[in-house]
């Protein structure tokens, strides 16, 4: 890949990226949300067109070939979430993709590679009774099927814990071992440092580091990417006449979470978490991409039904209560990636978020109270919302949540692919929300400046909970580098249903 990058519409998504893997050789691409990895695989297998830059297999220039053409030359993408032919077996999946090569696979090659990714003996079943690693291990066999030279895995691990990692990273190796070239996207630490010999780090589309695992765990701008690079320092002292301590009991917690577990299909996402919030407090979930973050966040709102334990919100039990419900007791949700209506105005972007049962002066008053938070909404009111900056809109989001009146507030991961100075000033309206008695439950990959509105910190490695505990402490602590870097036991350091309890000024 030589000055390779690709522009959707005003959003440039990969700038400048030049990477060169040799024969045989296992690189890995990693980076946060955003950072433009899956883009890059999509330009390779040619899903996508570059805006500039070129993509070359030995003699043969790739990036104006349709993917048929690139795949029998010798590239194949196995997918992070499979997608078989649930009509067909196991063997028919693998014989599909056997067809995209050239020649096709004849029958004893293609029972090897059943055999290879222990297929073998599943290989008369139907695609969809297996269960995820073996769904899995299906879409590595379909792409090791057409005969690549060059296997490009997109977060293949992602949802695997324990035994099933291990099997994961031990049918990758194997691969690996034939000759077979890897280009690996990942998230899990483990299978990066295990796999690989050499890391690309992206961030914002445009490459920052290259090195060996152990390089890029240490390098001081790759931890400012994954921890973040302010220091939380404003938004502290803004928020610190409200953190002192009432000399009274703590009030009954607010939301309540016990032994939750939550996923999708076959993949656990979560596992055994339990949680306490009190009134007024600030909770930060932390962890890598796939550590369980957003799964969270849907569970409590009801967008993902809890397959064991119990959630209770204001003394009730909501864990198997409607979404809409949730919302009337006073739980509001601020997704990932804002999801404003683009079309709508800023105005009517509000509006929606209220009840519908509100009186108008009801919504008028709700709308100013936002306002006061967030003055630019008031300014553009009659503004398309798509028109507005990613901060602006990002601001809108939280503020058709606050339309609810909440006295919860989830955001998920408000800050992303945000300048500073926007976060910045979300950062300050939180520390405001707050002060007005609100709860929130700020889940964000930027660590520095989460902790520094926090009360209390949990950690959060492939659905468990790696820590709990102060935040003022967190940084120094073993447990984030595990999350975030693998330097140390993947294992977590508490038992998957530890108790977090939070109550008003009490740090323990």
């Not at 977060?155 to 690996?184: F, K, M, N, P, Y």
């Not at 949700?333 to 800023?346: D, K, M, P, S």
Request: glycine letters at 10%; one cysteine or more; hydrophobic letters at 45%.
């Amino acid at each position: 890949m030589r000055g390779l990058g690709k522009r959707f519409g005003g959003v440039t998504a990969l700038e400048g990226v030049g990477l060169t893997v040799a024969p045989g050789e296992a690189v890995a691409v990693i980076g946060p949300n955003g950072a433009g990895k899956s883009t890059l695989l999509k330009l390779i297998s040619g899903v996508h067109r570059p805006s500039e830059g070129e993509v070359r297999l030995g003699e043969h220039q790739l990036d104006r070939m349709p993917p048929h053409r690139i795949t029998r030359l010798g590239v194949a993408l196995a997918h992070q979430v499979p997608r078989p032919f649930h009509g067909l077996t196991v063997r028919d999946n693998v014989r599909v993709g056997s067809m995209a090569g050239r020649p096709q696979m004849h029958r004893d090659e293609l029972e090897e590679v059943l055999a290879l990714c222990q297929l073998d003996t599943k290989a008369s079943r139907p695609a969809d009774s297996l269960r995820v690693l073996d769904l899995k291990r299906l879409e590595v066999a379909r792409a090791l099927a057409t005969r690549p030279q060059v296997l490009m895995l997109d977060e293949v691990a992602a949802g695997l814990v324990g035994r099933e990692l291990d099997e994961a990273i031990d049918l990758i190796r194997q691969v690996h071992s034939r000759g077979i070239t890897v280009l690996l996207v990942e998230h899990i630490e483990r299978v990066v440092r295990e796999l690989v010999d050499r890391v690309l780090v992206l961030n914002w589309g445009r490459p920052i580091v290259e090195g060996t695992p152990a390089e890029i765990a240490a390098n001081d701008e790759v931890r400012a990417v994954y921890l973040g690079d302010g220091d939380g320092s404003t938004a502290r002292l803004a928020r610190a006449p409200a953190t002192n301590p009432p000399t009274t009991a703590a009030a009954d917690p607010v939301l309540t979470l016990e032994g939750v577990s939550a996923g999708y299909g076959d993949m656990v996402a979560l596992r055994g978490f339990s949680l306490q919030v009190s009134p007024g407090q600030i909770v930060s979930v932390l962890g890598a991409n796939g550590a369980g973050k957003s799964t969270l966040c849907a569970t409590v709102m009801g967008a993902v039904q809890a397959r064991s334990g119990s959630l209770r919100a204001f003394g009730k039990d909501i864990t198997r209560m409607p979404t809409h419900d949730r919302a009337r007791l006073g739980i509001a949700y601020c997704q990932e990636g804002r999801r404003i209506f683009t079309a709508l105005t800023v105005a009517e972007n509000l509006a929606l978020g209220a009840p519908l049962s509100l009186a108008k002066d009801q919504v008028r008053r709700r709308m100013e109270r936002v306002h006061a938070v967030f003055p630019v909404l008031a300014e553009r009111a009659t503004q398309q919302a798509g028109t507005m900056s990613g901060g602006q809109q990002q601001m809108l989001a939280v503020g058709r949540a606050l339309m609810a009146d909440p006295k919860v507030l989830i955001c998920d991961e408000i800050s992303l692919g945000l300048a500073p100075v926007a976060i910045d000033a979300l950062y300050q309206a939180l520390v405001e929300i707050n002060s007005q008695g609100v709860a929130i439950v700020l889940v964000e990959q930027n660590v520095t400046r989460a902790l520094g509105i926090s009360d209390h910190a949990v950690v959060l490695s492939r659905g468990l909970i790696s820590y709990s505990g102060d935040p003022a402490g967190l940084l120094g602590d073993d447990a984030l580098d595990a999350a975030y870097f693998g330097t140390a036991d993947d294992r977590p350091a508490s038992s998957p249903s530890i108790s977090l309890s939070v109550s008003e000024g009490d740090p323990s």
